[in-house]
């Protein structure tokens, strides 16, 4: 069965510190992968997503992440936090075929101290 | 601007009473979708829809009902028959149906607070 691990619940870095958000699929085929970020009580926003190509991949806010098939990985990173940084993230794999399904990992919560 | 708008964005009941959350996107998309968030959960599907007027049922259910009479509109019933219906709810549209592909846009979702 499909699934996404995100294995850290919570994670505080300082601002200007580099991050990385961990993420584990299990999916048989190619998945199609995403990153998503919420805001207190707002909806989620893509960040980025991979379908296919080049395993590294640029999205919105100077974040990046790279797709590891061996590791079976889609790793969130940004080379330098920023206070607005501090949010949820998610991060999803949709099955086709599968009931029209996308999978959420259960979030990290990311802190950013000054 | 496009976008999904859900309403209210609080929304407070009774037990034992019904409540519809309202759904609407301007966004031209053909697929919808209810999903409930609780803290450390993620994001659970409740109901989909790819066209008008046909819609399918997600990994939780029960006791929530929908309805697809328009392209735009998708709105949310939460039954008295829902055990703990109290959670944040999310509706999302994709453009294009059945293909994993297409990413969700998502508003900015109903928090529900039966008591």
């Known amino acids: 069965a499909q699934s996404v691990t995100q294995p850290d619940i919570h994670i505080t870095v300082s601002e200007g510190a580099s991050l990385e958000l961990r993420c584990n699929y299990s999916y048989g085929a190619t998945p199609y992968l995403f990153w998503y970020v919420q805001s207190p009580g707002q909806g989620l926003q893509l960040l980025l997503k991979y379908f296919s190509g080049d395993t590294l991949v640029q999205g919105i806010k100077g974040f990046e992440a790279e797709f590891k098939r061996s590791q079976s990985s889609f790793n969130l990173r940004k080379p330098s936090v920023h206070w607005s940084d501090a949010a949820e993230y998610f991060c999803a794999v949709g099955a086709d075929g599968t009931g029209n399904q996308f999978y959420f990992g259960t979030g990290t919560s990311l802190t950013v101290i000054p | 601007d496009g976008g999904i708008t859900q309403s209210p964005k609080y929304l407070f009941r009774k037990e034992g009473q019904n409540v519809t959350l309202s759904c609407e996107q301007n966004?031209?998309?053909?697929?919808m979708y209810w999903y409930r968030q609780d803290p450390g959960q993620g994001l659970r599907l409740i109901y989909y829809?790819?066209?008008?007027?046909?819609?399918q049922k997600g990994d939780i259910a029960e006791g929530y009902s929908v309805s697809r009479e328009k392209k735009e509109s998708f709105p949310l019933t939460v039954t008295s028959a829902q055990k703990n219906p109290t959670a944040f709810y999310l509706c999302?549209?994709?453009?294009?149906?059945?293909?994993?592909?297409?990413?969700?846009?998502f508003g900015n979702g109903t928090r529900l607070t039966v008591t």
């Open positions: 829809s790819q066209i008008v007027n046909d819609f």
């Open positions: 966004l031209n998309h053909d697929a």
């Open positions: 999302a549209s994709s453009t294009l149906p059945g293909r994993m592909n297409s990413p969700l846009h």
